[in-house]
């Protein structure tokens, strides 16, 4: 069964950065599209982010254009979320989410993490 | 840019059939894909690809798309099977990505 832990999450201060990590295991990381889906409080599930399986693909909400970068380690098996420029309303639980298959265009999450938690406040 | 529309809320009784429908312009040109969330608890793959049932779910779970909507449907649905369900497809009309429905809280009681 496909393992993803979040790490990474706290409270930070409105301008400030975070860098949030996905380990995953029981799967080959290699070869699936990964992405990240945030829950504000109360609210619905939020699309943050995608990455194809090579790394050479990357999309972006427009809320976090500009601010959030993608990536991720094939050596470590990990993925990374690179997160500046906090707002307040960025304050969400952070999912980790792998992809059906290799792609990032089609990318949609099968398998998630159990998230983190990110609050931006003074 | 498109949004996918979802009820806010369906109840039925155990035993009933629930019907969950997504509304959105990508539909007719994108696949949709289907959670469930429960109370504090990660999201699960449910039907993907708009009929698609990933191992492990009950067959009591099925899904179709036809034009702008897309339905998940709950054939006989079970006191179990209470959360909150989303939609979800990609929208390239203007950039690249990926869209959620704002979720249907189904109750059955």
């Known amino acids: 069964e496909v393992q993803l832990v979040e790490s990474g999450g706290g409270l930070v201060q409105p301008g400030g950065s975070l860098r949030l990590s996905c380990a995953a295991s029981r799967f080959t990381f290699n070869t699936y599209a990964m992405g990240w889906v945030r829950q504000a409080p109360g609210k619905g599930l939020e699309w943050v982010s995608t990455?194809?399986?090579?790394?050479?693909?990357?999309y972006y909400a427009d809320s976090v254009k500009g601010r959030f970068t993608i990536s991720r380690d094939k050596s470590k098996s990990t993925l990374f979320l690179q997160m500046n420029s906090l707002r307040a309303e960025d304050t969400a639980v952070y999912y980790c989410a792998k992809g059906h298959d290799s792609s990032a265009y089609y990318y949609f999450p099968d398998s998630w993490g159990q998230g983190t938690q990110v609050t931006v406040s003074s | 840019s498109y949004e996918l529309t979802q009820a806010p809320s369906v109840s039925v009784s155990p035993g009933q059939t629930a019907r969950i429908t997504c509304s959105g312009e990508p539909l007719p040109n994108r696949n949709a894909h289907w959670y469930q969330q429960k109370s504090g608890q990660a999201p699960v793959l449910v039907i993907y690809?708009?009929?698609k049932r990933p191992s492990g779910i009950p067959e009591r779970f099925s899904g179709s798309r036809s034009g702008t909507m897309a339905t998940l449907t709950i054939s006989g649905a079970q006191v179990e099977d209470e959360g909150d369900y989303y939609c979800y497809s990609i929208d390239s009309s203007i950039y690249h990505r990926g869209v959620f429905g704002g979720g249907t809280k189904l109750t059955v009681l």
């Open positions: 990455i194809s399986a090579t790394g050479d693909s990357t």
């Open positions: 690809e708009d009929s």
